[in-house]
């Protein structure tokens, strides 16, 4: 019974971040639909521009996620000039990582032609790429507002921001790929005129919610007397810097094992596809408990309250077990049945379900890795985590695949084995990293 309040508390918080996080995926599924009725040399050009972009933009993401755990200690302390003091020197550490990155992609962006793809796919690419460079900057302004409020405890405001942008980014993108409405026909380059104009306006649309909601009117007023602070700056960057590696680490394993799915051929790959995307859309509500599981616990620590800080990191280790076990049996009865909604071939069609069932297995434990990489960010233990990380799907995970699938001829299914392996082996190190952590932290 002691863990009542908790799952209350964290599932009220949770729910807006997994309808935010769902919402950026339904706006990448749009984005591929609009451009794959243009033909398939076009969703090929989006296709590798956005895999060329994504890794950039995701360490981004994570390096702004170092903002939640230290507004939220803040928070629990009750100290709001201190919440936006982080606000401050937080957002300054992100755009200047944003401006960094933005300048090193420019750089990658004159290279695509040595990346071995057909010549008529880079010249469809490169104006779609260069659009969602100059993106990042839009997206760490939204970031350092969203992970703030989160900070503080408000996931919804980040809700509100992703309806409109999966309303104006399918709007853009009709108008501006198709040429409607007077528009010119723009193909690729228009999808990604209608991301850079949304995640401009999520930025914008977040820093009026900031600047006139009564929620946000006790961190304005602080922010005023806010200062600059190189050690705040600094002691971010330490965070954070790690914070984005780990997000890399994971997307790297599963994009390699990707690759080698695709020497085995093209019913593996296109079963592949279809089974990851099912799994990644579930996934998705597993980090709306992680953001949670980050937020009350930074409270706690902020409010020197070990107990409650570990009875909320392990209730929300708890929620995810029972929703992921849920996804799973969904996954195993529903298995045929997902993969009609995009082909017809009996072959991937069986491959699939096949792949499914695995996935539904092996999100038991990437529910509670994310989870309990949440806790431990809460704590700033970040560079221990890194290292398990790499460990894990680097060390492990990868070549477990390799070996299952081609030295002892499991292919696909072995594939997958290495995911299953190595997000376990993550699993159960972060578990118990936070359950030694919260038990001898500094308070």
Not at 98 to 107: F, H, K, Q
Not at 165 to 172: D, M, P
Not at 201 to 224: E, G
Not at 325 to 331: D, E, K
Request: net charge positive; aromatic share 12%.
């Amino acid at each position: 019974m002691r863990y009542r309040s908790h799952y209350k508390e964290t599932i009220i918080l949770a729910v807006p971040v997994m309808f935010t996080q769902i919402g950026h995926m339904i706006v990448q599924i749009t984005d591929n639909i609009m451009v794959g009725k243009l033909g398939t040399v076009p969703l090929a050009a989006s296709s590798f521009g956005h895999n060329v972009f994504i890794g950039g933009l995701l360490y981004c993401i994570g390096f702004a996620i170092a903002m939640t755990p230290f507004v939220g200690a803040a928070k629990g302390k009750g100290d709001i000039q201190e919440a936006a003091d982080w606000l401050k020197n937080g957002a300054v550490a992100n755009l200047g990582l944003g401006v960094a990155v933005t300048l090193l992609m420019l750089v990658v962006g004159f290279f695509l032609e040595n990346m071995g793809q057909q010549p008529e796919v880079v010249r469809l690419a490169r104006p779609f790429y260069f659009l969602m460079i100059f993106s990042i900057l839009p997206v760490m302004v939204f970031a350092s507002f969203k992970q703030f409020a989160e900070g503080v405890g408000n996931t919804r405001a980040a809700a509100v921001i992703t309806v409109q942008e999966i309303v104006l980014n399918i709007g853009l993108n009709y108008v501006l790929i198709n040429g409607k409405w007077g528009f010119p026909a723009l193909g690729v380059a228009g999808s990604g005129v209608a991301t850079f104009v949304s995640r401009c306006s999520m930025a914008v649309s977040f820093y009026a919610i900031f600047r006139f909601s009564s929620h946000f009117a006790p961190y304005r007023a602080a922010l005023k007397n806010a200062r600059f602070d190189a050690a705040k700056i600094k002691e971010y960057v330490r965070l954070g810097i790690p914070l984005g590696g780990q997000t890399i680490l994971e997307v790297a394993a599963f994009a390699l094992g990707a690759i080698m799915m695709g020497w085995l051929g093209a019913v593996e790959l296109a079963s592949h596809q279809i089974a990851m995307g099912a799994a990644a859309l579930t996934f998705m509500g597993a980090t709306g408990i992680s953001a949670a599981a980050t937020i009350r616990v930074s409270q706690y620590l902020g409010a020197k309250d070990r107990e409650n800080m570990r009875l909320a990191g392990f209730a929300a280790s708890h929620i995810v077990l029972v929703y992921m076990t849920c996804t799973a049996l969904a996954f195993f009865f529903a298995r045929y049945s997902i993969p009609t909604l995009y082909v017809s071939d009996p072959a991937v069609i069986a491959m699939a379900a096949g792949l499914i069932t695995i996935g539904g297995f092996f999100q038991l434990f990437d529910g509670l890795q994310t989870v309990m990489l949440g806790t431990l960010r809460a704590l700033t233990d970040a560079k221990a985590p890194t290292i398990i990380a790499f460990v894990a799907y680097i060390l492990v995970s990868l070549p477990i695949s390799y070996v299952a699938a081609f030295v002892w001829g499991w292919r696909e299914i072995g594939i997958w084995t290495g995911y299953l392996v190595g997000l376990s082996v993550a699993s159960t190190l972060f578990f118990f990293r936070f359950a030694r952590r919260s038990r001898t932290i500094e308070m």
